[in-house]
């Protein structure tokens, strides 16, 4: 049980960072017009927009969660797979 746990942290870790890095690498390149925004809700990347006398950039919530979903579907989906082969292997 504990190689399992280890093997789902190292994998949800990593898928995150990977993931966190390309949403960072593709807001940075991405260029917008003023009120113009990326995603909405909990998916919301970058904003742009103006506030009174300023222009505003803002980055959302997306940020996180994105890589945070992605890494824990992407975790559950190897231990599983890994799990079911490793019952075939040994007819557990």
């Known amino acids: 049980m504990r190689k399992k746990i280890n093997m789902f942290v190292r ?6 960072v ?3 890095s390309i949403i960072m690498i593709f807001i940075n390149q991405f ?3 003023i ?9 919301y990347l970058k904003g742009y927009y103006e506030q009174g006398n300023e222009i505003v950039m803002e980055q959302g919530i997306g940020v ?9 579907i992407v975790s559950v ?3 599983t ?8 292997k040994y007819g557990a």
């Open 11 to 16: 994998i949800f870790t990593s898928t995150t």
């Open 18 to 20: 990977i993931v966190f």
């Open 31 to 33: 260029d917008l017009e």
């Open 35 to 43: 009120n113009q925004k990326i995603g909405k809700g909990i998916f």
């Open 64 to 72: 996180i969660t994105i890589p945070l979903i992605i890494g824990f």
């Open 77 to 79: 989906v190897v231990t």
């Open 81 to 88: 797979i890994s799990t079911i082969r490793k019952k075939q």
